[in-house]
């Protein structure tokens, strides 16, 4: 264990005034952060230190935080309290929560409904002084084609990325050849189906129409407690955003798959929350295969020098080439399992 890892525990247990002796573990459940288990005589804790890139303008620290304590003070406790930040070290504690990851086998009907009923909950509160002082989320865009444009630049970086192995050139073969013909089809669709509704995709969703949502929302950040409960965490990316793409995000997050059955109910019930539900379920719809798109290149964000950055800085072990080669396969399954579901419509 280094000095500076000591000097941030220090200056965080000093802040909260427990100062015990301790003993820090490095867990590996980040994928853009260090994360740590923080014992001491009084508690347990979990001890985050963010990702920081001049390429990133993103405040994963202020975000996580910021939501945490407003969701927090609004007595809504199903989610680690937050304890401490250091915004000089780009640290932050939170209480340790006890339990186990969920497994796609898990997945059902009544977890389904709990994660839902999290975010009602949530947006139950938006109403609040405090929620309308919460930032935009990461990424979020609130009129069809602002959804639109994020894709595409999104692919545009990958067209450009560097190739300095096999995998690597694969990876843009697998760009060039299959995702962006795929997305020009989508667009397409997008636009016609937009015009055919009366929908001008340049129209911004009025402020009453966003939704407050914890974003990067799935199941891999949720844990299982002993009674039954579900804990959620992981709120880097929350705030202000549209509610469409909060429904498309829960089923196209590749981690901890959630099956398709689920999404008529799911995106329905979010829809019956707005005054005009059918123009949000028609949203839903229209951008379900946008998400679907992106997510295909999210997994291949590691081809991209932040990306990869990030997951050094998380201390992902093995072999680089190895986990592209992991995050290609996963993108490519991906993209074969929505151009298997667009033949059988």
Not at 21 to 41: D, P
Not at 248 to 257: A, H, L, S, T
Not at 335 to 340: A, H, K, L, P
Request: charged share 25%; aromatic share 12%; with cysteine.
């Amino acid at each position: 264990m280094n000095q500076s890892l000591n000097d941030r525990v220090t200056i965080l247990l000093v802040k909260i005034g427990d100062l015990t002796q301790f003993k820090i573990k490095e867990i590996s459940e980040g994928a853009n952060n260090r994360v740590y288990k923080l014992e001491t005589v009084n508690a347990k804790y979990l001890m985050k230190t963010y990702f920081k890139d001049k390429e990133d303008k993103r405040n994963r620290l202020s975000a996580e935080f910021g939501f945490s304590d407003f969701l927090w003070s609004e007595d809504i406790h199903c989610i680690p309290r937050p304890v401490v930040q250091d915004r000089e070290n780009n640290t932050a504690l939170f209480d340790y929560m006890e339990g186990r990851k969920i497994s796609p086998e898990d997945v059902d009907e009544n977890l389904v409904s709990e994660a839902l009923d999290f975010w009602v909950m949530i947006n139950s509160r938006k109403s609040s002084t405090r929620a309308k002082r919460i930032p935009k989320a990461s990424e979020a865009y609130f009129s069809i084609n602002g959804h639109l444009n994020n894709v595409s630049n999104r692919l545009k970086k990958l067209n450009k990325m560097k190739i300095d192995h096999d995998v690597s050139y694969s990876a843009k073969l697998f760009v060039n050849d299959n995702l962006i013909p795929f997305w020009d089809s989508v667009k397409s669709e997008v636009a016609t189906d937009s015009a055919l509704e009366g929908v001008n995709i340049n129209d911004i969703l009025h402020h009453y129409d966003r939704c407050l949502s914890p974003s990067d929302f799935g199941f891999h950040n949720v844990i299982l407690t002993g009674s039954g409960a579900l804990k959620f965490f992981d709120f880097e990316y929350a705030g202000w955003d549209d509610p469409a793409k909060f429904v498309c995000d829960f089923f196209c997050q590749p981690e901890i798959p959630v099956s398709m059955k689920y999404f008529p109910a799911f995106s329905e019930s979010v829809s019956a929350e707005y005054s005009d539900a059918g123009f949000h379920q028609f949203r839903m719809n229209l951008l379900l295969p946008v998400y679907q798109v992106k997510w295909c290149a999210i997994m291949l964000n590691d081809f991209l020098s932040t990306g990869n950055k990030r997951r050094e800085f998380s201390n992902n072990n093995g072999s680089r080439e190895k986990r592209l080669e992991l995050q290609l396969e996963k993108s490519m399954n991906q993209f074969e399992s929505i151009v298997g579901e667009r033949a059988e419509i």
